[in-house]
């Protein structure tokens, strides 16, 4: 059964930039069948898709965040990394890595996902 496990700072000052890795294990991280997403929850909204990538290394942005996010991988270290640059208190929520078994951005189609991580932005 795959696992996912969300690392990085829980701290972030205004204007930097966040970065958020995502370790998976327990299951392959190069398919067709797997794509690899980051979500996350704003305080007091609902979950929302920030983007992901897909078997071939190609990324989908959410165009709300696209000029200000990065999403990578490592193969060699079944990791994948999110990067939202400029960030602010509004960026502060929970944020997640999950899997999904193609292209999507809903997260209602995601069927694995880690424990999330708290973000907070502040001064």
């Known amino acids: 059964q795959v696992q996912l496990v969300e690392s990085g700072p829980g701290f972030v000052r205004p204007s930097q930039t966040l970065s958020l890795t995502c370790t998976v294990s327990?299951?392959?991280?190069?398919?067709?069948?797997?794509?690899w997403g980051w979500l996350r929850q704003p305080v007091g909204e609902d979950e929302e898709w920030i983007g992901g990538?897909?078997?071939?290394?190609?990324?989908d942005i959410s165009p709300p965040l696209r000029s200000r996010t990065t999403i990578s991988r490592d193969t060699s270290k079944n990791q994948i990394f999110l990067h939202l640059k400029s960030v602010t208190p509004q960026d502060t929520g929970i944020y997640y890595c999950?899997?999904?078994?193609?292209?999507?951005?809903?997260?209602?189609?995601?069927?694995?996902w880690g424990q999330g991580i708290q973000v907070t932005v502040s001064s």
């Open positions: 999950a899997r999904a078994p193609a292209i999507r951005t809903v997260p209602e189609a995601y069927d694995a």
């Open positions: 327990g299951g392959p991280f190069i398919g067709v069948s797997n794509y």
């Open positions: 990538i897909s078997f071939d290394g190609s990324t």
